[in-house]
């Protein structure tokens, strides 16, 4: 039994309720939007078949049941260029993404939106996502998105993310998601993993060159040895 002092040990751990945020960035020091606001809330999804991510915008007004205003802007990891997904102390993940310049020349950037309206009433708030990110006009853009560890299932949220920008092959996929014994993403820096496996690529090729070349110095060797044994 729980006792009524909130000071006491005994009551329940108070639980987070952090939202998703989102900031569009560009090259100069004045380019800063924050896509969030007050009386709205910003949800991401990771597609990992269709290789995108959809941020999606709710707007909600409180003096009128059932009346709500939904935006979304779906972007194609096509159009993207992957920066890095980075893990925080607290468990939470920072996912950095850059649009292509092909794309920021074009309106909308090549989004796909859709908008979808409950009630007879315009929304409360302009929308963000439509002013701030679909109608942006600089020709540099990215975004920075902060995702509450509550909202998180830890590697499998890891693997879904790295999947939908094509990171990763299916199988890595499912070797993420049903790995044993995880550890924490704190301190993850998805970037310097994919270093290190170049790396480890560049060593392995350069052992195979090395490998094919002392065979053929080898093969000249033996051939040069039966050429001289032929004239003696």
């Known amino acids: 039994m729980r006792c009524d002092d909130p000071e006491c040990g005994c009551q329940p751990y108070p639980r987070k309720n952090r939202k998703v945020e989102v900031v569009l960035y560009g090259d100069g020091p004045e380019q800063y939007r924050p896509l969030n606001q007050p009386g709205t809330s910003i949800d991401v999804i990771?597609?990992?078949?269709?290789?995108?991510?959809?941020?999606?915008?709710?707007?909600?007004?409180?003096?009128?049941?059932?009346?709500?205003?939904?935006?979304?802007?779906?972007?194609?990891?096509?159009?993207m260029h992957f920066v890095n997904l980075e893990g925080l102390a607290d468990g939470s993940l920072i996912l950095s993404v850059r649009i292509r310049s092909s794309a920021c020349t074009v309106r909308g950037s090549k989004m796909s939106v859709k908008e979808k309206i409950s009630g007879f009433t315009p929304p409360r708030v302009q929308s963000k996502l439509y002013n701030d990110l679909y109608c942006c006009d600089w020709p540099r853009q990215r975004l920075q998105l902060f995702l509450p560890e509550e909202r998180l299932v830890e590697w499998k949220t890891v693997a879904l993310i790295v999947k939908s920008f094509g990171r990763i092959t299916a199988d890595q996929w499912s070797d993420m998601v049903w790995m044993k014994?995880?550890?924490?993403?704190?301190?993850?820096?998805?970037?310097?993993?994919?270093?290190?496996?170049?790396?480890?690529?560049?060593?392995?090729?350069?052992?195979?060159?090395?490998?094919?070349?002392?065979?053929?110095?080898?093969?000249?060797?033996?051939?040069?040895?039966?050429?001289?044994?032929?004239?003696a």
């Open 46 to 79: 990771f597609d990992p078949i269709g290789k995108a991510m959809i941020l999606r915008e709710i707007i909600i007004d409180p003096t009128r049941k059932h009346t709500f205003w939904n935006f979304s802007v779906q972007l194609d990891a096509a159009n």
């Open 181 to 231: 014994d995880r550890p924490s993403v704190a301190g993850l820096n998805w970037r310097a993993i994919e270093d290190i496996k170049i790396d480890e690529k560049k060593l392995t090729h350069l052992k195979a060159r090395g490998k094919q070349n002392h065979a053929v110095a080898k093969e000249n060797k033996i051939t040069l040895l039966q050429q001289d044994s032929a004239f």
